[in-house]
C-alpha cells in the first residue's frame, strides 16, 4: 500500500500542498477531485517519485520511496500520464514499455512479456490497435493504448490522471468500469478526474484537495452531503437516485455564490 505522510508537495522550494497524509488502500478506487491548478497531477507525480517531496514522506509498503530504485518502484506504481510525446512505434511496443521494470539486463522482452502486453491491450479494448503506429491513432485510441501500457506494468497500484479526455461518452464509462474492475481485484486504484459526476459514481473514496490542504477524504456520498464539493468547486451539486444508484449533476451557485460552513 501507497502511504503518503505529511507531504508537502511543489516546485523550487514553495509548496502548492502542505501537510497532505493519504492511504491509497488496496481495493478501492480513490478519486483526488479539486479546482484547477489545485495540485492534483503535483500530489500523483510526488506519490511516485518523479517530483521529490518538499517535506515528509512517500512509502511504498511501509518502505520510504527514496530508498527504492525506479525499477523497484515502477514494479509496485504504474502511471498513466496525462500528455506525453507521441513516440513513432506500434501501439504494441508502446505496451511493452510497460514491461521494462521486468526487464535486467540486456533488455530483450520474454514471451510472458509478449504476452502481458496483449492481456494489457485486450483489457484496455486495444487489441485491434496493437500494429498501428502512434502516431496514426486518434487521441482516444491513444488515451486506450496508454492504459495499456499502465496495465502491462502489472502494479499493485494504478494511478491515472484524467484517464477519459478524448474519450467519447461510452469509452469514458468503459475507463471507469475498468477503474472499478481493477479494484475489484485488488488493485489500488488512484484517479484524477474533471468529471465530478462520473468520479463520485465510481470512487471508494474521494480525497478533496483546495486551497493547499486535503480538505477532507470520504466516501462520496458523505462528500456530497458535507457540502464540501459546493464550496470547493463553487457550484450546486445535486443529486437523484436511479436504478443504477445515485446520479450527480451540477447547477449554478444560488446568487452571492456558495458560502463557506
Ligand atoms: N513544473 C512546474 N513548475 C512550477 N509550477 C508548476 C509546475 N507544474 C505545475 N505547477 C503549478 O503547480 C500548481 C498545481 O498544478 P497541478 O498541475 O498539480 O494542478 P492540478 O490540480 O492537476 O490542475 P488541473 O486540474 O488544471 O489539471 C499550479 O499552480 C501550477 O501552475
Given at each position: 500500500m501507497i502511504e503518503l505522510r505529511h507531504l508537502s508537495a511543489g516546485y523550487r522550494g514553495t509548496?502548492?500542498?502542505?501537510d497532505v497524509t493519504l492511504t491509497f488502500p488496496t481495493g478501492c478506487v480513490t478519486v483526488l477531485l479539486g479546482p484547477n491548478g489545485c495540485g492534483k497531477t503535483t500530489l500523483l507525480k510526488t506519490a511516485l517519485g518523479l517530483l521529490p517531496p518538499l517535506s515528509g514522506e512517500v512509502l511504498y509498503g511501509g518502505v520510504p520511496?527514496?530508498?527504492?530504485s525506479p525499477a523497484q518502484a515502477a514494479r509496485q506504481a504504474a502511471y498513466m500520464a496525462q500528455s506525453r510525446n507521441i513516440p513513432t512505434i506500434t501501439a504494441r511496443r508502446m505496451v511493452l514499455h510497460g514491461r521494462f521494470p521486468y526487464l535486467?539486463?540486456?533488455?530483450r522482452y520474454r514471451k510472458e512479456d509478449f504476452e502481458a502486453a496483449d492481456r494489457a491491450l485486450s483489457a484496455a479494448d486495444a487489441l485491434a490497435l496493437a500494429e498501428r503506429p502512434m502516431q496514426e491513432l486518434s487521441g482516444g485510441q491513444r488515451q486506450k493504448v496508454y492504459l495499456a501500457m499502465a496495465l502491462a506494468q502489472e502494479t499493485e497500484s494504478v494511478f491515472m490522471d484524467?484517464?477519459?479526455?478524448?474519450?467519447?461518452v461510452r469509452h469514458q464509462l468503459e475507463v471507469m468500469r475498468t477503474a472499478r474492475a481493477l479494484a475489484e481485484n485488488g488493485r489500488a486504484v488512484v484517479l484524477v478526474s474533471h468529471d465530478l459526476c462520473q468520479s463520485l459514481r465510481v470512487a471508494g473514496r474521494v480525497a478533496l484537495l483546495a486551497e493547499g490542504r486535503l480538505q477532507q477524504l470520504s466516501a462520496p456520498e458523505a462528500l456530497y452531503e458535507s457540502g464540501a464539493l459546493d464550496r470547493a468547486f463553487g457550484v450546486r451539486v445535486r443529486r437523484v437516485e436511479t436504478e443504477g444508484g445515485w446520479q450527480y449533476y451540477c447547477e449554478e451557485p444560488p446568487e452571492g455564490g456558495v458560502h463557506n460552513g
Open positions: 509548496p502548492v500542498l502542505e520511496l527514496s530508498s527504492l535486467s539486463f540486456p533488455r484524467e484517464p477519459t479526455t478524448w474519450l467519447d
